[in-house]
């Protein structure tokens, strides 16, 4: 058995609606049909008790014998019709013999039990019902009567019985049709019941789709209208959602404030150790350029960790690409570097906006470093929420053994370009992060082609 | 050669206005961003070297105020913030080079000598177009004294077509200006920078004429140069 606690709200309403139902139609279906079968058996026992009535009224004593009346019921003059009188004479030791009887009997008796005897003992004068089997064995319905007629010495018993086969099939019938009714009737019922909790949970199924959105990052709060029921709910989670983002912002910042921090007192060191050289300078220089990268590796691990409690943000391609264009364009000013780019107006990114900048930067940045003066940049939409940024130079470009090195963190590829010579390794573990890729290759314009395959969010 | 040091770490101050002292230039110090816009503002320096992260008033704001009050001095910001979201500010702020901290002192000194051998020779006469300006020695243009952001290709194309102002240009001419060799001549490529600059320079400066290419006027009501 399941924790009822873990049933499903559907199927624990449904559930109670159909027990209570079922219970209440079976009540319903077992008292119409006692209903129906009472009052088919009295109208059947009236006009039993009219024809004892009848042969009570009718007999009459000729000396000292018993004659039943003339009865025109034709069917008690028929063999086996199904309707029987018969007039018994009770001896005072109780034995009971037939004195008159129908026609219909024809070579049987209706024999009435001690206990049916008493019954009638016990209230002379007065009809009395009883179930009985009849000729043929048929389950027959009886009335009879004890009573005294003057000159006859014995009580005598009326009876008149009559199958009662009929009844019960209508009975049985009727049963039939109830039982039927009550089911479609509870089936419409437990149907109506459905509807209703489908319907009435309805609002509670799009909180369930929003909050899994939020979750994929396909939205960033719970915007939905809901019943009063419910608002409280959504309001509830849009401020868990705050402040989670909060707390996640708080964090990153501390950890850039201390990444920061740290980088001035390793321009000291930097800056002191090369007045002195000498071995202790080359010392402090390998290390501080270590704990740099550290500081920078551990920079972007903490804006990974907020990045994925908040993936749902789109950014626009074609502004950062323009602002990067011109700042790199001053950056190499001195080298005179022209940078041509491309982009639709409506490309967006799906992720954040510094993370792009982070990317085409560094990615253009090396262009420019490597490049002779020339540096196209494109930016395409690319299959299923996929984009493509394309960035080519005219410089030396890449030998393919190379290429692979070039992405791993720490390694620079020339000790005398100017920079930290990681900027391809951070861009290579960003891209991942979007589960994306990093693709080296030959320009068309003579140096390096890096294309980045990144997730666009669809406009 | 003078030079304002804006750099709150006393260390590291240290250090700059030695090494800057030996390389032959006269460094002044500022520790605070009130006391680096106050002297940018008044002393007559050859560059400035700015940190962003500052007591009291931030470098980037220090820097936004000294350009909106017309301090052109070139300034290299030396800070520990590198990603690229900085730089950007940075230079939109109106900042001529960037240096991340940690940097070799080298570095340092390569870039302010660059810096200052841009500025060097200014006084170039400059075209007008209405209330556009172009200043070909600093290769900037502005409106209304603005500054406009233009990438080089986006500047080549606009000083062409300021130089035949009021010219109808078509696009043949326009594309083999803009490139030097023949490159990528797709068939939309000008109407790509005519958009671009369009957006930077305000709808209704440049002119389609259908058939023929693009004019480059005043606006009604402004004067032409």
């Known amino acids: ?459 | 050669m003078r030079i304002l040091l804006v750099e709150d770490d006393p260390d590291l101050s240290r250090q700059l206005k030695l090494t800057l002292g030996d390389a032959g230039y006269a460094v002044d110090h500022a520790p605070d961003g009130e006391e680096a816009q106050f002297l940018g503002e008044t002393e007559p320096y050859d560059a400035v070297i700015l940190d962003l992260g500052l007591p009291k008033v931030d470098g980037v704001s220090v820097l936004e105020r000294w350009r909106r009050g017309n301090v052109a001095t070139p300034v290299l910001i030396l800070t520990a913030r590198g990603a690229w979201s900085d730089k950007v500010a940075g230079f939109d702020a109106g900042a001529d080079d960037y240096l991340a901290k940690p940097f070799h002192t080298e570095e340092l000194l390569a870039r302010l000598r660059a810096l200052l051998r841009r500025s060097a020779g200014h006084a170039a006469p400059s075209l007008s177009c209405g209330a556009l300006r172009l200043d070909p020695r600093a290769a900037r243009a502005s409106v209304n004294g603005e500054p406009l952001r233009l990438t080089s290709l986006e500047y080549r194309l606009l000083h062409y077509m300021m130089m035949h102002q009021g010219r109808v240009i078509g696009r043949t001419e326009l594309v083999e200006h803009l490139y030097d060799q023949d490159f990528d001549r797709d068939s939309n490529t000008i109407e790509v920078f005519i958009g671009r600059l369009r957006k930077k320079l305000g709808a209704d400066r440049i002119e389609t004429v259908r058939g023929l290419g693009y004019r480059l006027a005043p606006l009604p009501g402004e004067e032409a140069a």
């Open chain 1, 1 to 459: 058995m399941l924790d009822l606690r873990r049933r499903s709200l559907v199927r624990r309403l449904v559930l109670i609606a159909g027990i209570w139902t079922l219970l209440v139609v079976l009540i319903a279906g077992v008292f119409l049909t006692a209903q129906f079968r009472s009052a088919a058996i009295r109208r059947f026992d009236q006009s039993l008790a009219v024809l004892t009535d009848d042969l009570y009224a009718g007999s009459t004593v000729e000396d000292g014998q018993l004659r039943a009346p003339v009865l025109t019921d034709i069917r008690a003059t028929r063999a086996y019709s199904g309707r029987y009188w018969v007039i018994l004479d009770k001896s005072p030791e109780g034995a009971m013999r037939p004195v008159e009887r129908s026609r219909s009997l024809f070579d049987s008796d209706l024999m009435l039990s001690s206990k049916q005897i008493d019954r009638l003992d016990a209230a002379p004068g007065q009809t009395q019902y009883f179930n009985m089997r009849g000729p043929q064995d048929k389950p027959l319905r009886a009335a009879a009567i004890l009573a005294r007629l003057p000159g006859y010495a014995d009580p005598v018993v009326f009876l008149a019985a009559e199958d009662r086969t009929p009844i019960d099939a209508d009975a049985d019938r009727f049963a039939g049709v109830t039982a039927i009714a009550l089911t479609i009737l509870a089936g419409g019922l437990v149907l109506a019941t459905v509807v209703q909790v489908r319907f009435g949970l309805t609002p509670l199924f799009r909180l369930r789709r929003e909050v899994a959105a939020v979750r994929r990052g396909k939205a960033e709060r719970v915007d939905g209208v809901y019943p009063e029921e419910l608002e409280p709910l959504a309001v509830e989670l849009n401020a868990l959602l705050a402040h989670n983002q909060e707390v996640v912002e708080r964090q990153r910042t501390h950890v850039g404030n201390l990444a920061h921090a740290l980088k001035t007192p390793l321009s000291v060191m930097l800056t002191e150790a090369s007045q002195q050289p000498g071995q202790l300078a080359e010392v402090v220089e390998r290390q501080a350029q270590t704990m740099r990268e550290q500081v920078d590796h551990h920079l972007r691990r903490a804006r990974a960790a907020a990045r994925s409690q908040t993936s749902g943000e789109r950014t626009p391609v074609e502004p950062i690409l323009d602002e990067l264009a011109v700042t790199l364009e001053r950056i190499f000013q001195d080298k005179g570097v022209e940078i041509d780019w491309r982009c639709p107006e409506d490309l967006c990114f799906q992720g954040e906006k510094q993370d792009f900048m982070e990317l085409a930067g560094n990615v253009m940045e090396n262009a420019g470093k490597w490049c002779k003066g020339r540096i196209r940049a494109e930016a395409a939409p690319s299959g299923e929420a996929r984009m493509l940024l394309t960035v080519d130079d005219d410089g030396p470009g890449l030998p393919p053994e190379e290429r692979a090195q070039a992405l791993k963190r720490g390694q620079r590829l020339d000790e005398n370009a100017p920079g930290s010579g990681l900027g391809l390794s951070i861009v290579d573990e960003l891209t991942r992060a979007y589960g994306g890729s990093v693709l080296l290759g030959e320009s068309p314009m003579g140096g390096l082609r890096v294309r980045l395959d990144l997730p666009r969010a669809e406009t």
